[in-house]
Structure formats: C-alpha cells, structure tokens
C-alpha cells in the first residue's frame, strides 16, 4: 500500500539554523500538506499546497517558513532560523483531492537546542 | 482556539465491549468529519469520515454518527480489540470554503486502551 514518507525521523539543530524537512507524498496525490504537533497539544495545520504554490497558510507559518517541491516526487519543508519554539513533530500528508482523507506520513521529530 | 474539542483526555474499556469515543465542534462551517489513529512513533492513520449531509457512517467495526444540530459526533467500536488501544483524533475541515485546500483542523485526541 502506497505511504507518505519523511526524512529525516529526527533532526537535532541548533536555535537559528536552517532546517530542511522532506516529504515524498503517495505518487499520485495532488494536494500537500504540513502540520505539526508540539508536545502535548495539538496537531495544528501549517500551510497546504498544490498546483506548485501555497494554498493557504497558518498564523505559525511567517517568513522564516517555506515549502518547496523541487521535483516531481519531494515536498520539503524549510525553516530559515530556528527558534526552540519550534522544537516539535513535523507531519506531511497529501491527498488525491481536496475533498478527500488525507494521509499521513511518520513525521521528523525537530528538536532545536 | 478550541473548535473541535475532544473533553475527555482518555478512556479504558475491556475487551470485548464498545467503545464510545465523543467529540464536539463549535464552528458551524464544518461540512467533512474524520477520525484518525495514532500509534506513538507513527502519524495519523486515517479511520473513518463523515460528511455533513450524512448522520452516520460505518467501516466494519467503526461506526461514526454525526449530530449536526448538537454539533457532535462519535466514534463507536465494536467489539473493541486491544490492538485497538492508540491515540483517537476527532479532525474537521471546510470543503466548502472556495479557493483554498481542506486544512484539517484536530481536536486533542483521545487515549484508548482496551484491557484484555
């Protein structure tokens, strides 16, 4: 059965460096996502996207924040300068269609230091 | 910003028996409702949903019934399993909304754990 999956399972950075999370979603799915879920809350949306742009994005998602699909198959989730705030678990999902489930991948557990 | 809410943080149920598990929303735009597990170490599996023109919907041993003038739904197993035991997410969308993808929005989750 197809799955999302992400690289790496866990990233360990120092506060103000770059960060690059990727995701490869399920191959044809044309709807991306980011969530994450700092410890002990919720799981919060970030930004989706499709077509090759942002559909829409969260409060949490500022400028230090950028997604990318740099090829036909990885959606990469960059963070410019981490802060410890950001220390939490990165989810990706994509689906076939905006109205349908959307499937998770394992997420990147980033911790900034 | 509490619109899905899911108020009770865990539920422990024997083997064998149903498990109830609730959950509430506030914002009346929400038209897809869906259901996802959580084992630790892994992300959200996908479990069940339900549109808003639907009251109840059921997968094998899942059932999920909407109640749209309470704003609630629930997720019913039965028989419960002890493979069963994980995190449960009560998550809502917008499909309506125009112009913009369907972001999920999650309540807190729910900790099951089926005794055997």
């Known amino acids: 059965e197809p799955e999302v999956t992400q690289t790496p399972s866990h990233q360990v950075t120092q506060m103000g460096q770059e960060v690059i999370l990727r995701c490869v979603p399920i191959?044809?799915?044309?709807?991306f996502y980011w969530y994450r879920q700092i410890l002990g809350q919720k799981v919060e949306f970030l930004v989706s996207?499709?077509?090759?742009?942002?559909?829409?994005k969260s409060e949490i998602f500022d400028d230090q924040f950028s997604v990318e699909r740099p090829d036909g198959s990885n959606f990469t989730l960059k963070i410019r300068s981490t802060k410890l705030e950001d220390s939490a678990m990165y989810f990706c999902?994509?689906?076939?269609?905006?109205?349908?489930?959307?499937?998770f991948g394992p997420g990147t557990r980033l911790t900034v230091t | 910003d509490q619109q899905v809410k899911q108020n009770s943080p865990s539920l422990s149920v024997q083997e064998g028996r149903i498990s109830i598990l609730n959950c509430d929303y506030t914002?009346?735009?929400?038209?897809?409702f869906l259901w996802y597990k959580k084992y630790p170490a892994e992300g959200p599996t996908f479990l069940i949903s339900?549109?808003?023109?639907?009251d109840k919907n059921e997968d094998g041993r899942f059932t999920v019934f909407l109640n749209k003038s309470a704003k609630h739904l629930s997720l019913h197993i039965v028989p419960s399993q002890p493979g069963d035991s994980a995190v449960y997410f009560c998550?809502?969308?917008?499909?309506?909304?125009?112009?913009?993808?369907?972001?999920?929005?999650f309540g807190k989750g729910i900790t099951l754990s089926v005794r055997p």
């Open positions: 999902a994509s689906s076939p269609d905006r109205s349908y489930e959307q499937y």
């Open positions: 191959s044809n799915h044309l709807y």
């Open positions: 996207f499709y077509n090759n742009e942002i559909s829409e």
């Open positions: 914002n009346s735009m929400f038209d897809y």
């Open positions: 339900i549109s808003s023109i639907k």
């Open positions: 998550a809502a969308s917008d499909l309506m909304r125009r112009g913009a993808n369907s972001k999920l929005t």
